[in-house]
């Protein structure tokens, strides 16, 4: 017989705060050590109450936009009871009655064709910790405790583990050019539950749900593996399936279970009555909804539109601050291409430098638009532009007042450029007669020893034509 297999998949997917979701501890990327970031209230100091990370909020429901869902405007947060030694509340403050997000859709593209995949819900909650294990001891690290995560639940729509990797992939590309999480490893963690059914059927087979998978081969690897068992298990009666928990063992490729499924009363969920409801008005949604930063394919296209590379634009796309970089000083006058050349070229450069990557640039968009606007009207030559930006990101100076004290402009007369050209063409007698003979290099030679009398700072483009002048004389 053949069989079609059944997945939804529940995704946690750590948010790029710089908080904690209910206390003002670094998020998890601040933290050095283990229990760097840590407070009474994510330690679960008796007697401490949590506070509500407006932020969170926000990138949920951008999430929430991302996948066409439809935002609660009231939404609540309940306490799911369990222990275990990385929950030091042994609860966990997560949202079941009242989730965020409901009833999204998100369009899939595979080999076979377009897949549409329903979202069930997201919701906000926080992480627990992690519990290290040295030698016979275990050690617990709180840094990780009451990290923001939303979690995307879809409804049992996949049929096949590539459904599942193009989902995963679509979330991570989105997610990361919008802002909501870098979804490095670790950061996007799926549980997997799956079943078979056979083909033509109506009616949903007994599913297991594996656990907590970080990587997305071992997703993949996990499905063939428990798929494979569950059609062995029915064409074979090698065994009887039973709905229960199961962990994926990366090195023996197999699947384990760990416990018979538990169900919501097990938790004893109960509203949080620590926090208020959160009300998302209109005024606040619309504000979110304009922040909202445009879909990838969208925003490609526009920089594709622009003449920026395909290389550049694959860079703006997985770097949201850049990206909006970019966009904040088109919309102060800049070129798209040009702007893209300085941010890209120019910053990039400058940060590598410095060990630095491009995804952690400060400059205002009103520092940038400031140097090319400088250099586009002729005010400054290239190379002291750069000069320039290279001490607004390493000094953070004020770039005009950069300009003036190092004398960076090019108030630089003809006249004198002129002067300077002459005692340049009688110091290079050499170049002259190699520039006679045929060797264009020598012009560059001549350039070169005229930028240098005039320390960089002329318009380049009055020396060129004052170089070219006075060659065709000679
Ligand atoms: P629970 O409350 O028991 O966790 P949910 O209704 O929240 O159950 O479903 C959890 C996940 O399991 C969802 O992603 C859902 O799509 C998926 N799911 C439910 N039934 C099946 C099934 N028979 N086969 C595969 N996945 C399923
Ligand atoms: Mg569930
Ligand atoms: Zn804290």
């Not at 020598?442 to 002048?469: H, P, S, W, Y």
Request: charged residues 30%; proline residues 3%; glycine residues 6%.
């Amino acid at each position: 017989m053949k069989y079609e297999i059944v997945i939804g998949l529940e995704t946690h997917v750590e948010l790029s705060t710089e908080s904690k979701i209910f206390c003002s501890c670094g998020g998890h990327s601040a933290a050095k050590e283990a229990n760097d970031c840590v407070c009474p209230a994510c330690s679960g100091m008796p007697g401490m109450l949590p506070v509500m990370n407006k932020r969170v909020v926000e990138l949920a429901v951008t999430a929430g936009l991302m996948l066409n869902c439809e935002i609660s405007r009231y939404t609540t947060f309940d306490k799911k009871n369990y222990y275990y030694p990385d929950l030091p509340c042994a609860y966990q403050i997560t949202q079941l009655n009242h989730p965020i997000c409901t009833n999204g859709l998100v369009t899939l593209k595979t080999s076979e064709g377009t897949r549409d995949i329903r979202i069930k819900q997201i919701h906000m909650e926080e992480d627990a910790g992690k519990l290290v294990h040295v030698g016979k001891a275990s050690l617990v690290d709180f840094n990780r405790t009451s990290v923001p995560l939303i979690e995307i639940v879809t409804q049992p729509d996949f049929r096949s583990a590539e459904e599942v990797l193009v989902y995963l992939n679509k979330l991570k590309t989105m997610f990361r050019s919008g802002g909501i999480s870098e979804c490095e490893e670790g950061a996007m963690r799926c549980d997997v539950n799956i079943s078979v059914r056979p083909e033509g059927s109506e009616e949903f087979g007994v599913r297991s749900e594996i656990k907590n998978m970080a990587s997305f081969e071992s997703i993949e690897r996990a499905i063939r593996y428990e798929a494979q068992r569950h059609i062995d298990a029915l064409e074979f009666e090698t065994e009887e399936l039973v709905q229960e928990t199961r962990r994926f063992d990366d090195v023996s490729g197999k699947t384990f279970a760990m416990r018979n499924k538990e169900t919501e009363a097990d938790y004893r969920y109960f509203p949080d009555a620590n926090l208020m409801p959160i009300i998302i008005d209109d005024e606040w949604l619309g504000q979110i909804k304009a922040a909202k930063p445009v879909e990838i394919d969208e925003k490609a296209e526009q920089y594709r539109d622009a003449g920026i590379s395909d290389k550049e634009i694959d860079i703006l796309i997985h770097n949201h601050n850049v990206s909006k970089l970019l966009d904040d000083v088109v919309a102060k006058g800049c070129d798209a291409k040009n702007a893209a050349g300085w941010i890209l070229t120019d910053c990039a450069g400058i940060m590598r430098k410095n060990g630095k990557l491009i995804s952690d640039l400060e400059i205002t968009p009103e520092e940038l638009t400031t140097i090319i606007k400088m250099v586009d009207s002729g005010d400054v030559n290239r190379m002291s532009g750069r000069k320039i930006l290279t001490a607004v990101i390493e000094e953070g100076v004020d770039p005009v007042a950069y300009c003036k004290e190092n004398g960076l402009d090019n108030k630089v007369d003809a006249s004198v450029i002129e002067g300077v050209m002459d005692k340049v063409f009688q110091e290079n007698a050499q170049a002259i007669t190699d520039y006679k003979n045929g060797k264009v290099k020598a012009k560059q030679a001549l350039f070169g020893a005229c930028m240098r009398e005039l320390k960089n700072t002329a318009d380049t483009a009055v020396i060129k034509e004052i170089l070219e002048k006075k060659l065709a004389d000679l």
